[in-house]
């Protein structure tokens, strides 16, 4: 891993919380990865993004 970057996961989940999709990726900062996990919203209805074992966000697809 290049140094400064940190590992994210971004999990495509259903209304029930169940992941139906995993997303992997480096960025350099929590706000960039929120960026992207962000994109992935045109796929999921909602998204979690999760750096180890934090959890950065809960992103939902507006209506």
Same mark, same amino acid.
């Given at each position: 891993?290049?140094?400064? /970057?940190?590992h994210?996961? =971004?999990?495509g989940v259903d209304a029930a919380g169940v992941a139906r999709a995993t997303y992997e990726?480096?960025? /350099?900062d929590d706000t960039e =990865?929120?960026?992207r996990?962000?994109?992935y919203?045109?796929?999921?209805?909602?998204i979690e993004l999760w750096r180890d074992h934090r959890r950065i966000a809960r992103?939902?697809?507006a209506t």
């Amino acid at each position: 891993m290049d140094k400064g /970057l940190k590992h994210y996961v =971004a999990f495509g989940v259903d209304a029930a919380g169940v992941a139906r999709a995993t997303y992997e990726f480096n960025s /350099l900062d929590d706000t960039e =990865a929120r960026r992207r996990a962000e994109t992935y919203l045109a796929t999921h209805d909602i998204i979690e993004l999760w750096r180890d074992h934090r959890r950065i966000a809960r992103l939902q697809r507006a209506t």
